[in-house]
């Protein structure tokens, strides 16, 4: 667990107060069931979360690593999903400020509590600018999609999906084929997510693979050729 900071605990405490002041077991309920039980919830729908959450925040100084780390590690450390919407949030506004030594953060963030509300944009929005801004941290990717843990491998097809034309297409179709024969839905469905989204840049590419690419299963392929 990574250290508190001044500003850290700050927060937390103005997030567990408000949070908890805000919890309504009427809606935690029906929140729960919809994912699946999988995490106890407060009750605090998201446009009412995300304004609290500007409440806690308002008059803070922005984050460097070392909040937005201990923050984090925190939320996924409280039972609540909203603490870990919180963070992921935040995460997500402040992508620009964590380097590559933040990955092994996000590794525990994507292995820890997973699933594809918090996975997907810890993939899409942070490790996502963490590569760009970074882009020797690539390896990283490269290490995380030959991964066992699916959310993991997750993260690595799903990094680039707002690159657009600066998808690095040899990454991208590279580490599709190499999960294409994973039985997983969550990894069939990011492939096929990955390539629809590239397939708005390069549509023709995207045809080219598919069809030379029989491994892919069939819930990529339709994902994929959604609007091709």
């Not at 409440?55 to 999903?81: F, H, K, S, T, Y």
């Not at 999906?161 to 039985?183: I, P, S, V």
């Not at 390539?195 to 990529?220: F, G, H, I, K």
Request: a positive charge.
């Amino acid at each position: 667990m990574a250290s508190d900071t001044p500003l850290s605990r700050t927060v937390l405490d103005r997030l567990v107060l408000v949070y908890g002041g805000a919890a309504d077991p009427v809606d935690a309920g029906p929140m729960r069931a919809y994912m699946r039980d999988a995490f106890p919830f407060l009750g605090i729908k998201t446009p009412r979360r995300r304004e609290l959450a500007r409440q806690i925040l308002r008059g803070l100084p922005a984050p460097v690593e070392a909040d937005l780390r201990a923050v984090a590690l925190a939320c996924w450390a409280q039972p609540a999903r909203e603490y870990q919407y919180f963070a992921v949030d935040w995460l997500v506004r402040h992508a620009a400020r964590p380097g590559p030594g933040f990955l092994p953060t996000v590794e525990t963030l994507v292995t820890t509590r997973s699933w594809w509300d918090t996975v997907d944009p810890l993939a899409t929005r942070v490790v996502g600018a963490i590569v760009t801004n970074h882009p020797a941290a690539v390896s990283t990717m490269d290490k995380w999609a030959a991964d066992d843990n699916l959310w993991l491998a997750r993260t690595a097809v799903l990094h680039q999906l707002h690159y657009k034309e600066n998808t690095d297409t040899t990454r991208l179709f590279g580490y599709c084929t190499a999960l294409a024969g994973n039985t997983d839905f969550f990894i069939r469905k990011a492939i096929g997510w990955a390539l629809r989204q590239y397939a708005r840049t390069d549509p023709e590419a995207v045809r080219a693979y598919v069809a030379q690419t029989p491994a892919l299963s069939r819930l990529s392929v339709r994902e994929a050729t959604k609007h091709l």
